[in-house]
T-cell receptor, first 110, second 113 residues
């Protein structure tokens, strides 16, 4: 079983739609749960992070963690063409390392 | 602050050649990392360093070497390049505290023919 599973997509939705991106994980030792956004031909950048089960909102973005199911989600409301990117889930392992999902390529069509 | 810078941006190597990918950060971060990203895939950790003089292997270290003589620089050396090393290489750095937000460079696209 892979440590992190993320559907690579691609996912294509119309502008204004609600987008749901998901990851499952198997390692109970993961402490922080993160979402990175990567635009084409750029390095990833941190979008959101959380450390507990529940929801965390930041503008149009909501990160959700369910530790009992080992499942995390990122919701994007009122999606915009500028949200078109690859979204990678990431998990903090110990004090030093991140474990990344495969990434989901998202396209928002005007 | 320039953040994390990487050179070169692009490179084509022949099989068996060697090269060094350069990475520099100006944020005084102790922790630095090298990842590779193959098409449609996530990031795989090659090597990391928790401070000058200290390095450790990640998930895919074979065929690579690193050194860390200063806080700012973390070069990645490819010896005897192989087609399997064709990838995009990202350098990242962080303070190492709490949630470990890593700051990434723009990447180096390497092709081995």
């Amino acid at each position: 079983q892979k440590e992190v599973e993320q559907d690579p997509g691609p996912l294509s939705v119309p502008e204004g739609a609600i987008v749901s991106l998901n990851c499952t994980y198997s390692n109970s030792a993961f402490q922080y749960f993160m979402w990175y956004r990567q635009y084409s031909r750029k390095g990833p950048e941190l979008l959101m992070y959380t450390y507990s089960s529940g929801n965390k909102e930041d503008g149009r973005f909501t990160a959700q963690v369910d530790k009992s199911s080992k499942y995390i989600s990122l919701f994007i409301r009122d999606s915009q063409p500028s949200d078109s990117a690859t979204y990678l889930c990431a998990f903090v392992q110990g004090a030093q390392k991140l474990v990344f999902g495969q990434g989901t390529r998202l396209t928002i069509n005007p | 602050n320039a953040g994390v810078t990487q050179t070169p941006k692009f490179r084509i190597l022949k099989i068996g050649q060697s090269m060094t990918l350069q990475c520099t950060q100006d944020m005084n971060h102790n922790y630095m990392y090298w990842y590779r990203q193959d098409p449609g895939m996530g990031l795989k950790l090659i090597y990391y360093s928790v401070g000058a003089g200290i390095t450790d292997k990640g998930e895919v270290p074979n065929g690579y070497n690193v050194s860390r003589s200063t806080t700012e620089d973390f070069p990645l050396r490819l010896e005897l390049a192989a087609p399997s090393q064709t990838s995009v290489y990202f350098c990242a750095s962080t303070t190492g505290f709490s949630y470990n937000e890593q700051f990434f460079g723009p990447g180096t696209r390497l092709t081995v023919l």
